[in-house]
């Protein structure tokens, strides 16, 4: 049996996806293969002399070749996985992932039906002309994204910003919008990158971008943090309305913000005729694991011969989705009471308090930090520095995991994302050790 | 399911009209700003609704001009017998112990988790060397159709029974593997339909079936309740092989066979050729739950030897991120001996309820098939358009069925009843219909 395959049920096992880019199976070939990141590892793969292995005539699809690697997240997962296992005593933290970790606050586990969708638009949308019938009720904002995906189709070309949430690039390239990953640059041909760095305010400069069809824009930003100014969102819906693009614009960490910075695209003047909102459950409530968000799309947002977005894209919920699990949506329903609301900022008071102690630490040890205000990750920048090599090193030498900037985007290179989701011990503990680590 | 009181867009005139652009409304009167963005051209080319919204809003329209009448539906594929206590108790106090700190869990494996994986190639795959890694539990089987669909790419051709559950053709078109449909046959150019009908057992000619690289095989069949035996799987598994297809079996029915394979990999050699779709909808009446499973064999590669699991494995961690825990919580238990006892005591209810509906057909001199290893009735009415067959039933006895041509051509002919419901309804709704056809 081939490394490949041994490497296959190792990998499956703990969660993870296969992260080997392209490669061949020729019977008695030796082949290196090096892991994209910098991984000092090499894995080398030797087919077994046995009898030749049937192939069925099915070519394989060739957007699935062009991704560089697996999806980012799983990646994380195994370098964990493979620490713990080297290391079985170790205490690791982990402020990789962003997944929640406090319980969900009894109000909502304990729930009665009702209509969630109604609910999701008054409390969210009230003031802003959406109603219960803009709203698609879903298994969580990561489905969506792929979801609103095959609605655009091939055709269609997106800018995202750059860092960004890995999901629009890799779902960009499996419906095959893209051209081929350039390796010099990073970058997959064919998407726009609008560059967000300290220079720029983690803003783009939208003189500088081309037109596309879609613009991905998460704000609160995953993973840079930062919450786009109203001004900044009224340029955008300007510039989108100018190209007659439109824009996924994901709220996720809405509830997030501190400060005066819009919680939603639809408080924008105009926004209603080049936007859709998608938003989630995960970051407010700790669905990460029920499985609940929401995608807006207004009656408004029309296509260019005159056709109404919204109906295409119940038509894509109709036959590729079957609804969101209705014991996840009776929680949601209790999300969305005058007590769950409450219990959802308590929820995110705690992350956010969790991510004002990971600021500091930072702040104290005299690194420049970024975000950390209006959502619960900070952005911690390593001038100079392969943020995988920052990555193993951290994880090497305090057992605590976080997220290499450059698996968002080449954009991200030079920084590293922790994340404030973690119990309130391990937090400070992580602090310390960081500060052990770079005092 | 999708609810017909929240189709709060389509107006009901525009139902089943041939495609067009939905004019907005004071067309001419006030310019609406449209972006410069082109609609995708796949989604023009689907005919009509999605089959089953559309039944649903039918039943809408009817119950607003008959607000007195009892109806019943034997329409759309829903389960209605409660679940078993011990399942949903599992999934009550799953959902408890989140609020509590022991209790509490985050992101799972997108694949599932490993208990519920071993449970499911236990349980279905028994002695068939189904590994637990090959199994990836997922919201459902159609949800994970289309991900199959996003997994194959544009460029695959695709053959399909027809009958057949429209989200095969559906998927298809949307992703870009068919040409325009033909009006007049109701064919999709690119697609290869396998007829299936009394002329041939209802298992297709496979000798005069030309290859395409994907062959999707649902059995026991909706909507014909047909369920293919031990050697008419053989021939399709060798008809693959020969032409280095890839079967996508749909087994979400295979409890309700009575005698025969439950499983494509029953069948020597099929793990080199298939995947395998399922789903506890009506296993345990999870319709609602959401959940399901996806096989992908290790053994099975592309014309490359790329091994399609590994592409399966990325689009699932991409495209989706897993089940809900609660749903699966609770698919643990119904595989629990004592869970599994009470799910297939509910699958039995269903299959008594058949029975009663095929000796009523049989009563009538109607010819009904299926019924016997699926909780479909396939119901020829020779001659017959059958969604006039469906408006007449609906009309007169105030039962919701779903007409055959809704499954495709193939089945103009046809009604297919389900044999869900509570079990006075189902004996209601054959005084009905025998008052109504004899």
């Given at each position: 049996m081939s490394v490949i395959q041994q490497n296959l049920s190792t990998s499956m096992a703990s969660s993870a996806s296969i992260f080997i880019a392209n490669y061949s199976f020729e019977n008695n070939k030796s082949t290196n293969i090096s892991i994209p990141g910098k991984f000092k590892a090499v894995v080398k793969c030797v087919a077994a002399p046995e009898r030749t292995a049937y192939k069925t005539k099915v070519s394989r699809n060739e957007n699935m070749a062009k991704l560089q690697a697996g999806y980012l997240f799983p990646e994380i997962a195994r370098?964990?996985?493979?620490?713990?296992?080297?290391?079985?005593?170790?205490?690791?933290?982990?402020?990789?992932?962003?997944?929640?970790?406090?319980?969900?606050?009894e109000v909502i586990t304990s729930a009665m039906s009702k209509q969630l969708r109604a609910s999701i638009a008054s409390t969210y949308?009230?003031?802003?002309?959406?109603?219960?019938?803009?709203?698609?009720?879903?298994?969580?904002?990561?489905?969506?994204?792929?979801?609103?995906?095959?609605?655009?189709?091939?055709?269609?070309?997106?800018?995202?910003?750059?860092?960004?949430?890995?999901?629009?690039?890799?779902?960009?390239?499996?419906?095959?919008?893209?051209?081929?990953?350039?390796?010099?640059?990073?970058?997959?041909?064919?998407?726009?990158?609008?560059?967000?760095?300290?220079?720029?305010?983690?803003?783009?400069?939208?003189?500088?971008?081309?037109?596309?069809?879609?613009?991905?824009?998460?704000?609160?930003?995953?993973?840079?943090?930062?919450?786009?100014?109203?001004?900044?969102?009224?340029?955008?819906?300007?510039?989108?309305?100018?190209?007659?693009?439109?824009?996924?614009?994901?709220?996720?960490?809405?509830?997030?913000?501190s400060d005066d910075s819009p919680r939603s695209i639809f408080e924008i003047p105009g926004a209603k005729e080049v936007a859709l909102e998608v938003s989630s459950f995960s970051k407010y409530a700790g669905f990460t694991g029920v499985r609940l968000g929401w995608t807006a799309v207004p009656k408004e947002l029309?296509?260019?011969?005159?056709?109404?977005?919204?109906?295409?894209?119940?038509?894509i919920v109709c036959t590729c989705f079957n609804g969101a699990s209705n014991i996840a949506q009776a929680g949601g329903v209790a999300c969305v009471s005058p007590e769950g609301i409450k219990a959802m900022h308590e929820v995110v008071g705690f992350y956010k308090e969790?991510?004002?102690?990971?600021?500091?630490t930072f702040d104290s040890l005299g690194f420049k930090v970024y975000g950390g205000k209006n959502a619960p990750y900070v952005w911690v920048y390593f001038p100079g520095q392969s943020s995988w090599d920052v990555f193993s090193e951290i994880l090497e030498r305090t057992d605590v995991v976080v997220t290499p900037g450059s698996g968002f985007g080449p954009g991200g290179e030079g920084f590293i994302r922790v994340s404030a989701f973690g119990h309130r011990e391990n937090v400070l503990e992580a602090c310390e050790r960081f500060k052990q680590l770079y005092k | 399911m999708f609810k017909a009181s929240s189709f709060g867009l389509m107006p009901c005139k525009t139902f089943l009209q041939p495609k067009s652009s939905i004019k907005t409304e004071d067309n001419g009167k006030v310019k609406f700003y449209h972006t410069k963005v082109v609609r995708n051209p796949k989604l023009e080319r689907?005919?009509?609704?999605?089959?089953?919204?559309?039944?649903?809003?039918?039943?809408?329209?009817?119950?607003?001009?008959?607000?007195?009448?009892?109806?019943?539906?034997?329409?759309?594929?829903?389960?209605?017998?409660?679940?078993?206590?011990?399942?949903?108790?599992?999934?009550?106090?799953?959902?408890?112990?989140?609020?509590?700190?022991?209790?509490?869990?985050?992101?799972?494996?997108?694949?599932?988790?490993?208990?519920?994986?071993?449970?499911?190639?236990?349980?279905?795959?028994?002695?068939?060397?189904?590994?637990?890694?090959?199994?990836?539990?997922?919201?459902?089987?159609?949800?994970?159709?289309?991900?199959?669909?996003?997994?194959?790419?544009?460029?695959?051709?695709?053959?399909?029974?027809?009958?057949?559950?429209?989200?095969?053709?559906?998927s298809s078109v949307i992703i870009g593997q068919t040409g325009d449909v033909d009006t007049e046959s109701g064919r999709y150019q690119n697609i290869k339909y396998m007829k299936c009908g009394p002329h041939n057992g209802f298992f297709p000619n496979l000798w005069e079936t030309e290859r395409t690289d994907i062959i999707f095989f649902c059995s026991p069949n909706n909507p014909t309740g047909h369920a293919a035996n031990r050697e008419q799987l053989e021939q399709l598994v060798q008809f693959a092989q020969d032409n280095g297809s890839i079967i996508v079996y749909d087994s979400a029915y295979a409890v309700y066979v009575t005698d025969g394979p439950r499983s494509i990999y029953e069948i020597?050699?099929?793990?080199?050729?298939?995947?395998?779709?399922?789903?506890?909808?009506?296993?345990?009446?999870?319709?609602?739950?959401?959940?399901?499973?996806?096989?992908?064999?290790?053994?099975?590669?592309?014309?490359?030897?790329?091994?399609?699991?590994?592409?399966?494995?990325?689009?699932?961690?991409?495209?989706?991120?897993?089940?809900?825990?609660?749903?699966?919580?609770?698919?643990?238990?119904?595989?629990?001996?004592?869970?599994?006892?009470?799910?297939?005591?509910?699958?039995?209810?269903?299959?008594?309820?058949?029975?009663?509906?095929?000796?009523?057909?049989?009563?009538?001199?109607?010819k009904a098939y299926g019924g016997v290893n699926a909780p479909y009735l396939w119901v020829h009415f020779p001659g017959s358009n059958s969604w006039d067959v469906f408006n007449e039933i609906l009309e007169k006895t105030h039962i919701i069925t779903v007409p055959g041509s809704g499954f495709g051509p193939a089945g103009k002919e046809f009604i297919r009843v389900t044999a869900f419901g509570h079990r006075e309804d189902i004996i209601e709704a054959s005084k009905r219909l025998t008052s109504l056809l004899s």
């Amino acid at each position: 049996m081939s490394v490949i395959q041994q490497n296959l049920s190792t990998s499956m096992a703990s969660s993870a996806s296969i992260f080997i880019a392209n490669y061949s199976f020729e019977n008695n070939k030796s082949t290196n293969i090096s892991i994209p990141g910098k991984f000092k590892a090499v894995v080398k793969c030797v087919a077994a002399p046995e009898r030749t292995a049937y192939k069925t005539k099915v070519s394989r699809n060739e957007n699935m070749a062009k991704l560089q690697a697996g999806y980012l997240f799983p990646e994380i997962a195994r370098r964990k996985a493979a620490h713990m296992l080297k290391h079985p005593d170790a205490q690791v933290i982990s402020l990789g992932i962003g997944d929640t970790t406090e319980p969900i606050p009894e109000v909502i586990t304990s729930a009665m039906s009702k209509q969630l969708r109604a609910s999701i638009a008054s409390t969210y949308y009230a003031d802003l002309g959406l109603d219960e019938s803009d709203i698609f009720v879903s298994d969580g904002a990561k489905s969506d994204i792929s979801r609103l995906q095959v609605l655009f189709g091939s055709k269609v070309r997106i800018a995202v910003q750059d860092p960004s949430y890995p999901a629009y690039v890799d779902s960009s390239v499996i419906l095959g919008q893209t051209g081929l990953f350039q390796k010099d640059i990073e970058q997959f041909e064919k998407i726009e990158y609008m560059k967000c760095t300290p220079e720029n305010g983690f803003f783009p400069d939208l003189s500088t971008v081309g037109r596309t069809d879609v613009i991905f824009f998460c704000s609160p930003n995953n993973p840079t943090g930062y919450a786009a100014s109203r001004d900044q969102l009224t340029r955008l819906v300007q510039f989108a309305k100018e190209n007659g693009s439109i824009i996924v614009y994901d709220s996720a960490y809405a509830m997030y913000v501190s400060d005066d910075s819009p919680r939603s695209i639809f408080e924008i003047p105009g926004a209603k005729e080049v936007a859709l909102e998608v938003s989630s459950f995960s970051k407010y409530a700790g669905f990460t694991g029920v499985r609940l968000g929401w995608t807006a799309v207004p009656k408004e947002l029309l296509y260019s011969d005159g056709f109404p977005v919204a109906k295409d894209f119940n038509r894509i919920v109709c036959t590729c989705f079957n609804g969101a699990s209705n014991i996840a949506q009776a929680g949601g329903v209790a999300c969305v009471s005058p007590e769950g609301i409450k219990a959802m900022h308590e929820v995110v008071g705690f992350y956010k308090e969790n991510t004002s102690i990971i600021v500091d630490t930072f702040d104290s040890l005299g690194f420049k930090v970024y975000g950390g205000k209006n959502a619960p990750y900070v952005w911690v920048y390593f001038p100079g520095q392969s943020s995988w090599d920052v990555f193993s090193e951290i994880l090497e030498r305090t057992d605590v995991v976080v997220t290499p900037g450059s698996g968002f985007g080449p954009g991200g290179e030079g920084f590293i994302r922790v994340s404030a989701f973690g119990h309130r011990e391990n937090v400070l503990e992580a602090c310390e050790r960081f500060k052990q680590l770079y005092k | 399911m999708f609810k017909a009181s929240s189709f709060g867009l389509m107006p009901c005139k525009t139902f089943l009209q041939p495609k067009s652009s939905i004019k907005t409304e004071d067309n001419g009167k006030v310019k609406f700003y449209h972006t410069k963005v082109v609609r995708n051209p796949k989604l023009e080319r689907l005919q009509y609704n999605y089959l089953f919204p559309e039944i649903s809003a039918r039943e809408l329209q009817h119950v607003k001009k008959y607000p007195n009448a009892r109806v019943i539906s034997l329409g759309i594929g829903d389960t209605t017998e409660p679940l078993p206590e011990v399942v949903a108790s599992s999934m009550a106090n799953y959902a408890h112990n989140l609020s509590t700190p022991a209790g509490y869990r985050g992101y799972g494996a997108e694949q599932g988790s490993k208990e519920l994986r071993k449970a499911i190639a236990e349980t279905f795959y028994k002695k068939m060397g189904i590994k637990d890694k090959e199994v990836f539990v997922s919201d459902g089987a159609q949800c994970d159709i289309s991900r199959l669909q996003l997994l194959f790419g544009s460029n695959m051709s695709i053959a399909i029974q027809d009958p057949i559950f429209p989200a095969y053709i559906d998927s298809s078109v949307i992703i870009g593997q068919t040409g325009d449909v033909d009006t007049e046959s109701g064919r999709y150019q690119n697609i290869k339909y396998m007829k299936c009908g009394p002329h041939n057992g209802f298992f297709p000619n496979l000798w005069e079936t030309e290859r395409t690289d994907i062959i999707f095989f649902c059995s026991p069949n909706n909507p014909t309740g047909h369920a293919a035996n031990r050697e008419q799987l053989e021939q399709l598994v060798q008809f693959a092989q020969d032409n280095g297809s890839i079967i996508v079996y749909d087994s979400a029915y295979a409890v309700y066979v009575t005698d025969g394979p439950r499983s494509i990999y029953e069948i020597s050699g099929a793990k080199k050729v298939a995947i395998e779709i399922s789903s506890f909808s009506k296993i345990a009446g999870f319709t609602g739950v959401r959940l399901g499973w996806t096989v992908v064999p290790e053994e099975l590669l592309y014309l490359n030897g790329f091994p399609v699991i590994n592409d399966f494995n990325r689009i699932v961690c991409t495209c989706f991120n897993g089940a809900s825990r609660i749903a699966q919580a609770g698919g643990l238990a119904s595989l629990s001996s004592e869970g599994f006892k009470g799910v297939l005591s509910l699958v039995d209810h269903y299959k008594q309820n058949a029975e009663i509906l095929l000796e009523t057909f049989e009563s009538l001199g109607l010819k009904a098939y299926g019924g016997v290893n699926a909780p479909y009735l396939w119901v020829h009415f020779p001659g017959s358009n059958s969604w006039d067959v469906f408006n007449e039933i609906l009309e007169k006895t105030h039962i919701i069925t779903v007409p055959g041509s809704g499954f495709g051509p193939a089945g103009k002919e046809f009604i297919r009843v389900t044999a869900f419901g509570h079990r006075e309804d189902i004996i209601e709704a054959s005084k009905r219909l025998t008052s109504l056809l004899s």
